[in-house]
Structure formats: structure tokens, C-alpha cells
């Protein structure tokens, strides 16, 4: 039978490349859309400076989400990521309630989706904590380097 160290360095490595991924996703939209327009939004929310923290966020989802697919500092990159979920659900999804799909309506052509909740937010930030306070988790640098030591 394996050890409790097989489980936990296993169990959390679907966890880590799945949460990474979704960062690594909601940076490059971002990016790709231009982060001029991601500052509108932190403009109309009341961001100081939302050209800067547009580019701050979209690089700290792009980066952040690429480490943790690697497993490179994850628990350095998993505060700022858990703070940018805390300000994106005070400032944008909390006032949409808890669900992630909120069904406003529906047309012939299915249902009409409003604006999502702080549902995914809550999720994201368990997961980050959960893998920043676990430790290095198999095929990663993390695991690679404290091996090293």
C-alpha cells in the first residue's frame, strides 16, 4: 500500500496543473483582449491606477498560472493570487451572489446568463491555499528543488 505521501503529492497534482490552467486562461484573455480594456472594468469599480493594475493582474495570472502548471513557488505565488480573487469578488462578483451561473432568462435558443457570482472565487482561493500549505506535489519544480536541498 503506498504511503500518505504518495496520496497527498498525487491527490494535488490534478488540483494544482486544473487551477493553474484557469489562471494561466483568464491572464491570456486578457491579454489578448488588450488590458486596456480589462482597465475600463477596474476604472468602473473604483481601481486607483487601472491601467498599472490591469497589467499587474493579467502578468500575475500569466505567470502565476504557469508556475503552478509547474510547480515553481507556489506558495510565493498563491498570496497575490488569492488577494486578486478577494478584490475581484468584493469589487466585481459579490454583488451577483454566490452562484457562478446565475440564469436570468430563457429564449428559444436556451438559456440567458447573467454575470457570474464569487462561487468560482471561493473555489480558486481554497484550492490556492490548500496547495500552498501542502508542500511540493509530484513532477514539480518545487518537489525537484527541496529534493536538491
Same mark, same amino acid.
Do not use: C
Given at each position: 500500500?503506498?504511503?500518505?505521501?504518495?496520496?497527498?503529492?498525487?491527490?494535488?497534482?490534478?488540483?494544482?496543473?486544473?487551477?493553474?490552467?484557469?489562471?494561466?486562461?483568464?491572464?491570456?484573455?486578457?491579454?489578448?483582449?488588450?488590458?486596456?480594456?480589462?482597465?475600463?472594468?477596474?476604472?468602473?469599480?473604483?481601481?486607483?491606477?487601472?491601467?498599472?493594475?490591469?497589467?499587474?493582474?493579467?502578468?500575475?495570472?500569466?505567470?502565476?498560472?504557469?508556475?503552478?502548471?509547474?510547480?515553481? +513557488?507556489?506558495?510565493? +505565488?498563491?498570496?497575490?493570487?488569492?488577494?486578486?480573487?478577494?478584490?475581484?469578488? +468584493?469589487?466585481?462578483?459579490?454583488?451577483?451572489? +454566490?452562484?457562478?451561473?446565475?440564469?436570468?432568462?430563457?429564449?428559444?435558443?436556451?438559456?440567458?446568463?447573467?454575470?457570474?457570482?464569487?462561487?468560482?472565487?471561493?473555489?480558486?482561493?481554497?484550492?490556492?491555499?490548500?496547495?500552498?500549505?501542502?508542500?511540493?506535489?509530484?513532477?514539480?519544480?518545487?518537489?525537484?528543488?527541496?529534493?536538491?536541498?
Amino acid at each position: 500500500m503506498p504511503s500518505p505521501f504518495f496520496y497527498r503529492t498525487w491527490t494535488l497534482f490534478p488540483l494544482r496543473l486544473v487551477v493553474g490552467a484557469g489562471f494561466l486562461m483568464h491572464g491570456l484573455a486578457k491579454y489578448q483582449r488588450g488590458p486596456e480594456k480589462f482597465a475600463k472594468l477596474l476604472q468602473f469599480v473604483g481601481t486607483p491606477f487601472p491601467l498599472p493594475a490591469a497589467w499587474i493582474v493579467t502578468l500575475l495570472e500569466i505567470g502565476g498560472g504557469l508556475a503552478l502548471i509547474a510547480g515553481a +513557488f507556489v506558495a510565493l +505565488f498563491a498570496l497575490p493570487l488569492v488577494f486578486a480573487m478577494v478584490v475581484a469578488t +468584493f469589487t466585481v462578483n459579490g454583488r451577483y451572489g +454566490f452562484s457562478a451561473v446565475n440564469t436570468v432568462g430563457l429564449t428559444a435558443d436556451g438559456p440567458v446568463f447573467g454575470p457570474p457570482g464569487y462561487e468560482i472565487n471561493l473555489l480558486y482561493i481554497a484550492a490556492l491555499i490548500v496547495l500552498a500549505l501542502a508542500g511540493p506535489t509530484v513532477a514539480s519544480f518545487d518537489e525537484w528543488r527541496s529534493r536538491r536541498r
